[in-house]
């Protein structure tokens, strides 16, 4: 249903406020605004703003909205911080907006050996909680200081870290709750630390891009924290960084827990930032975890020995602290230096190679704009998760273009991505399977595959009320 | 387009280009703003809020970007922006965040434009916040107490006043702790350091509010009107050096007054004491077995990034263990009284200051230290209300200093 009129909104707020305190609802314009736009750098669009934003507290509030959203047959969005990089938060329709803060309770039980979190929680808080008491939040996005749980575990983001180390955020996962699109609630899982053999139905909704189900309630094994080492390697040119990294693998190397790199006129913004020497080539920084200082120093040689076979111009492991910290914000910087330095916004795209030709889906990132209309007017600049295979080229969008060059710049990303995701027979790792990257789902698992995700959406949502329009997306 | 331009604009009496010249600070950085975020978990509303996310700085920024491209400045949407906008500390949390993570962007100027905007609209201040700006107009300060009654604190003790005498240091006290009583004891510990380190200080017989009040809640012209009369005060008396208490005062005099740098030397207390006692080695007599932590007020440590020197202070007295909160230095939570909410009832879902104090127990702290009467006052609220007295008290810098003498 469409709502039309300023009375069937405040009938919409009225009927919600005795779900949740009349407080807790809010349709003022500018929240409206605010919990609908998202990091793209075009603007919001008026005829797609949300009607109400409403803030519960308890799994049985979510679930009296969803049942109350199918009995008038309005969408309902979830938002947790509103991060996503893919447009999922942003709004194809207008609808109601649940606001996921205030469900951001965590406990930690220690006895049990897991913890539990509201989708609400920010990461670093719940890594802060845990890691006073010796243990290990194991994933670690970019957007840290502002992720909520729900946000990650509905896309099992493996953000930063090297999957084939240390494994997704779902591998941590022992049992959701969740609230289903018509309202009814159920837990998944276990509350032991042996996880269900055979079907288990917490995989629908972790990494379930927020289709099938509101999580309210998240609980996690507790990792013991790691011992760390580090290390670097310069190399001359690209190619012999790939190769490099892929003889972690095919030599079978214990890998990593971070493994970033920067193509070497990247990496030399970073480096100038942080008063470090300007390296001759481009970067590799990685972090080797062991259950003592030891075995992470070890396991850092590993993998300094294959990196050493593809001839880097310089490679170490690092002991000094300081120096490690300057290395590593050298990389972290560059995207904000960028935008500040030039006063407009940063745009990446996330390429995956297959293990095999990492050489040749590095060349293709490094020309990742070439031939596209919008964005080769624009420098690019090359950084990623090498050790997960991940490059990420990005630009900087001019803040004078219009809306619509912003609009088509944003799409010409997506296309290039997919294009060479399809080429790698990859796919992201980091932000999500649909809204701006349905297209991309349908080519790489064919339109078979994206009419049974319809489908299973279909059993859980008949009314299609749940994150209306991150399925559909630009399909 | 920067702050000095607009006060170019406001002195030549160009009102249009006054407001176009606010409006380019709000859609300027708007227009850079990356919607990422990343400054709303540092952002004093996201612990006290309710949490829409309106409530938070690229919140506030984009409410009345969006107000002026879509033209939403009517009924009750206009009151919805003033309350938005007037929420804000202005703690500068958001700021510093901005430039370690993202955009760089100037939230606060925009925050600020943004409330002087609505001032020449007639849409702000809260409607609280009038009586202190007609009180600073009339009376010189925002409390709206008698001028001649402001320096009666001083009874019985030996001050130069200036004029006519001079000094070498301006001791500048500020309206809160001159009028306030419960904070008469800061302003004589002060004097009492001051003596103990043989400084040659003076105090101005008819001082007046240094504007920032006025500035933090949109009134420019006021603002303006005051430091042009503390200049003219400055410059007669041949003042060379200001000393003040608040840091409020202090960062207007340093960072808001625009040509006073280049000819006077302003410093916080607790930085002018800590090269003084650096040099002059002060005896402390008295033992202070407590554990202290120290609360950073947020116009000295994420406007100014003094973070040591009050710390400093506190480690020189004997008997004291420094500990600290686990919110501290440029990530320190804001005790909720900047920004113009000393004066105005504000929406806190938690009181920030209550909060504070929790943090400070947690850290097993029996005395809470800061450097600001703002925040002493709303620590001392807080701590009074909770029933907490037998458990923790407030004490600025200055008072434990002395204490300890």
């Given at each position: 249903m469409t709502l039309k009129t300023s009375p069937e909104v405040a009938k919409l707020a009225d009927e919600l406020a005795m779900i949740v305190p009349k407080k807790y609802v809010s349709t003022h314009i500018f929240e409206r605004i605010k919990s609908s736009i998202d990091t793209f750098p075009y603007e919001a669009e008026r005829e797609n703003l949300p009607y109400a934003i409403v803030m519960p507290k308890s799994k049985n509030e979510i679930s009296e909205i969803l049942k109350y959203a199918n009995r008038i047959e309005v969408p309902v969005f979830i938002r947790g911080s509103g991060t996503s990089f893919t447009g999922a938060s942003r709004y194809h329709v207008p609808g109601i907006v649940i606001n996921t803060h205030r469900m951001n309770d965590i406990e930690i039980?220690?006895?049990?050996?897991?913890?539990?979190?509201?989708?609400?929680?920010?990461?670093?808080?719940?890594?802060?909680?845990?890691?006073?008491?010796?243990?290990?939040?194991?994933?670690?996005?970019g957007s840290r200081l502002i992720a909520s749980m729900g946000g990650l575990?509905?896309?099992?983001?493996?953000?930063h870290v090297v999957d084939a180390s240390i494994g997704k955020p779902g591998d941590y996962v022992l049992g959701l709750e969740v609230v289903l699109p018509n309202g009814e609630i159920i837990e998944t899982g276990t509350k032991g630390l042996r996880r269900p053999a055979g079907t288990d139905l917490t995989k629908l909704f972790v990494g379930g891009d927020g289709l099938f189900g509101v999580v309210t309630k998240i609980r996690m094994r507790l990792v013991p924290a790691f011992e760390r080492a580090y290390g670097f390697a310069i190399y001359q040119d690209l190619k012999s960084l790939a190769k490099g990294v892929k003889r972690i693998y095919t030599e079978r190397r214990p890998l990593p827990l971070f493994m970033e790199f920067m193509e070497k006129e990247t990496a030399k913004i970073g480096y100038k930032i942080?008063?470090?020497e300007i390296p001759r080539g481009s970067v590799i920084l990685f972090v080797s975890i062991g259950n003592s200082k030891e075995e992470a120093s070890q396991r850092a040689k590993q993998i300094l020995s294959s990196l050493l076979a593809e001839n880097p111009i310089e490679a170490q492991q690092i002991e000094d602290i300081e120096l490690w910290e300057k290395l590593w914000s050298s990389r972290e910087v560059i995207g904000s230096y960028l935008m500040q330095e030039s006063g407009n916004q940063w745009s990446s795209a996330e390429?995956?190679?297959?293990?095999?030709?990492?050489?040749?889906c590095m060349e293709d990132a490094r020309h990742f704009n070439k031939d596209l209309p919008v964005l080769s007017q624009l420098t690019l600049y090359l950084f990623g998760h090498i050790g997960g295979l991940t490059m990420h080229p990005g630009v900087i969008i001019p803040k004078e273009w219009d809306n619509e060059k912003k609009k088509r710049a944003v799409d010409e990303k997506f296309q290039r991505e997919a294009e060479l995701n399809l080429k790698y027979n990859t796919c992201g790792g980091e932000w999500g399977q649909f809204a701006k990257r349905t297209p991309f789902f349908i080519q790489r698992y064919g339109k078979e595959s994206y009419e049974l995700v319809k489908k299973i959406k279909k059993t859980f949502d008949p009314n299609n009320i749940l994150n209306r329009g991150v399925l559909e997306g630009d399909a | 387009m920067n702050r000095e331009k607009v006060i170019e604009d406001l002195n030549t009496m160009d009102e249009e280009k006054f407001i176009e010249d606010l409006k380019e600070i709000i859609l300027d950085a708007a227009k850079r703003c990356r919607n990422c975020n990343y400054c709303f978990t540092i952002c004093p509303l996201f612990h006290s809020t309710r949490g829409f996310m309106s409530q938070t700085p690229s919140g506030i920024m984009q409410s009345i970007n969006y107000a002026l491209k879509w033209n939403i400045l009517k009924g009750e949407d206009q009151e919805n922006l003033r309350d938005l906008l007037y929420l804000c500390t202005t703690c500068n949390g958001c700021v510093l965040r901005c430039k370690s993570k993202a955009t760089g962007l100037p939230v606060l100027d925009a925050i600020e434009a943004g409330r002087k905007l609505l001032r020449e609209m007639m849409i702000g201040p809260l409607p609280q916040q009038r009586k202190p700006l007609k009180d600073i107009y009339l009376y010189g300060n925002p409390y709206g107490e008698k001028p001649e009654t402001r320096v009666d604190w001083l009874k019985g003790l030996k001050v130069k006043m200036i004029p006519p005498e001079r000094a070498e240091v301006l001791y500048y006290v500020g309206c809160t702790t001159a009028y306030e009583p419960s904070l008469h004891p800061i302003g004589k510990s002060l004097v009492r350091l001051f003596q103990h380190l043989d400084i040659d200080f003076g105090i101005l017989n008819e001082e007046i509010c240094c504007g920032e009040p006025a500035r933090r809640m949109g009134d420019e012209g006021l603002f303006?009107?005051?430091?042009?009369?503390?200049?003219?005060?400055?410059?007669?008396?041949?003042?060379?050096?200001?000393?003040?208490?608040?840091?409020?005062?202090?960062?207007?005099f340093l960072n808001e007054y625009p040509s006073i740098q280049r000819e006077i030397k302003i410093q916080h207390y607790t930085q002018f004491l800590v090269q003084a006692f650096k040099e002059k080695k002060p005896m402390f007599r008295k033992e202070i077995s407590s554990v202290v932590t120290y609360h950073d007020p947020c116009y000295l440590g994420k406007h100014n990034q003094i973070f040591n020197a009050p710390r400093e202070l506190l480690q020189m007295i004997p008997g004291v263990k420094l500990v600290e909160m686990k919110m501290t230095r440029d990530e320190s939570l804001c005790c909720g009284g900047g920004g113009g909410r000393m004066f105005a009832e504000v929406e806190e879902e938690r009181k920030l200051s209550d909060m504070r104090i929790a943090q400070a127990l947690e850290a097993g702290a029996n005395?809470?230290?800061?450097?600001?009467?703002?925040?002493?006052?709303?620590?001392?609220?807080?701590?009074?209300?909770?029933?907490l007295g037998d458990k923790i008290t407030v004490k600025d810098v200055a008072e434990i200093l002395s204490e300890s003498l």
């Amino acid at each position: 249903m469409t709502l039309k009129t300023s009375p069937e909104v405040a009938k919409l707020a009225d009927e919600l406020a005795m779900i949740v305190p009349k407080k807790y609802v809010s349709t003022h314009i500018f929240e409206r605004i605010k919990s609908s736009i998202d990091t793209f750098p075009y603007e919001a669009e008026r005829e797609n703003l949300p009607y109400a934003i409403v803030m519960p507290k308890s799994k049985n509030e979510i679930s009296e909205i969803l049942k109350y959203a199918n009995r008038i047959e309005v969408p309902v969005f979830i938002r947790g911080s509103g991060t996503s990089f893919t447009g999922a938060s942003r709004y194809h329709v207008p609808g109601i907006v649940i606001n996921t803060h205030r469900m951001n309770d965590i406990e930690i039980f220690e006895d049990f050996g897991f913890f539990e979190c509201g989708p609400g929680c920010i990461c670093e808080s719940v890594a802060k909680e845990i890691e006073t008491r010796g243990y290990f939040l194991p994933f670690a996005p970019g957007s840290r200081l502002i992720a909520s749980m729900g946000g990650l575990i509905a896309n099992n983001t493996s953000a930063h870290v090297v999957d084939a180390s240390i494994g997704k955020p779902g591998d941590y996962v022992l049992g959701l709750e969740v609230v289903l699109p018509n309202g009814e609630i159920i837990e998944t899982g276990t509350k032991g630390l042996r996880r269900p053999a055979g079907t288990d139905l917490t995989k629908l909704f972790v990494g379930g891009d927020g289709l099938f189900g509101v999580v309210t309630k998240i609980r996690m094994r507790l990792v013991p924290a790691f011992e760390r080492a580090y290390g670097f390697a310069i190399y001359q040119d690209l190619k012999s960084l790939a190769k490099g990294v892929k003889r972690i693998y095919t030599e079978r190397r214990p890998l990593p827990l971070f493994m970033e790199f920067m193509e070497k006129e990247t990496a030399k913004i970073g480096y100038k930032i942080k008063g470090l020497e300007i390296p001759r080539g481009s970067v590799i920084l990685f972090v080797s975890i062991g259950n003592s200082k030891e075995e992470a120093s070890q396991r850092a040689k590993q993998i300094l020995s294959s990196l050493l076979a593809e001839n880097p111009i310089e490679a170490q492991q690092i002991e000094d602290i300081e120096l490690w910290e300057k290395l590593w914000s050298s990389r972290e910087v560059i995207g904000s230096y960028l935008m500040q330095e030039s006063g407009n916004q940063w745009s990446s795209a996330e390429v995956v190679s297959n293990l095999m030709k990492l050489e040749e889906c590095m060349e293709d990132a490094r020309h990742f704009n070439k031939d596209l209309p919008v964005l080769s007017q624009l420098t690019l600049y090359l950084f990623g998760h090498i050790g997960g295979l991940t490059m990420h080229p990005g630009v900087i969008i001019p803040k004078e273009w219009d809306n619509e060059k912003k609009k088509r710049a944003v799409d010409e990303k997506f296309q290039r991505e997919a294009e060479l995701n399809l080429k790698y027979n990859t796919c992201g790792g980091e932000w999500g399977q649909f809204a701006k990257r349905t297209p991309f789902f349908i080519q790489r698992y064919g339109k078979e595959s994206y009419e049974l995700v319809k489908k299973i959406k279909k059993t859980f949502d008949p009314n299609n009320i749940l994150n209306r329009g991150v399925l559909e997306g630009d399909a | 387009m920067n702050r000095e331009k607009v006060i170019e604009d406001l002195n030549t009496m160009d009102e249009e280009k006054f407001i176009e010249d606010l409006k380019e600070i709000i859609l300027d950085a708007a227009k850079r703003c990356r919607n990422c975020n990343y400054c709303f978990t540092i952002c004093p509303l996201f612990h006290s809020t309710r949490g829409f996310m309106s409530q938070t700085p690229s919140g506030i920024m984009q409410s009345i970007n969006y107000a002026l491209k879509w033209n939403i400045l009517k009924g009750e949407d206009q009151e919805n922006l003033r309350d938005l906008l007037y929420l804000c500390t202005t703690c500068n949390g958001c700021v510093l965040r901005c430039k370690s993570k993202a955009t760089g962007l100037p939230v606060l100027d925009a925050i600020e434009a943004g409330r002087k905007l609505l001032r020449e609209m007639m849409i702000g201040p809260l409607p609280q916040q009038r009586k202190p700006l007609k009180d600073i107009y009339l009376y010189g300060n925002p409390y709206g107490e008698k001028p001649e009654t402001r320096v009666d604190w001083l009874k019985g003790l030996k001050v130069k006043m200036i004029p006519p005498e001079r000094a070498e240091v301006l001791y500048y006290v500020g309206c809160t702790t001159a009028y306030e009583p419960s904070l008469h004891p800061i302003g004589k510990s002060l004097v009492r350091l001051f003596q103990h380190l043989d400084i040659d200080f003076g105090i101005l017989n008819e001082e007046i509010c240094c504007g920032e009040p006025a500035r933090r809640m949109g009134d420019e012209g006021l603002f303006q009107e005051m430091m042009n009369r503390n200049l003219d005060q400055f410059k007669s008396f041949g003042v060379q050096t200001i000393v003040t208490i608040s840091p409020h005062c202090f960062n207007t005099f340093l960072n808001e007054y625009p040509s006073i740098q280049r000819e006077i030397k302003i410093q916080h207390y607790t930085q002018f004491l800590v090269q003084a006692f650096k040099e002059k080695k002060p005896m402390f007599r008295k033992e202070i077995s407590s554990v202290v932590t120290y609360h950073d007020p947020c116009y000295l440590g994420k406007h100014n990034q003094i973070f040591n020197a009050p710390r400093e202070l506190l480690q020189m007295i004997p008997g004291v263990k420094l500990v600290e909160m686990k919110m501290t230095r440029d990530e320190s939570l804001c005790c909720g009284g900047g920004g113009g909410r000393m004066f105005a009832e504000v929406e806190e879902e938690r009181k920030l200051s209550d909060m504070r104090i929790a943090q400070a127990l947690e850290a097993g702290a029996n005395i809470i230290t800061t450097a600001c009467p703002w925040c002493y006052k709303m620590l001392q609220t807080s701590i009074q209300d909770s029933n907490l007295g037998d458990k923790i008290t407030v004490k600025d810098v200055a008072e434990i200093l002395s204490e300890s003498l």
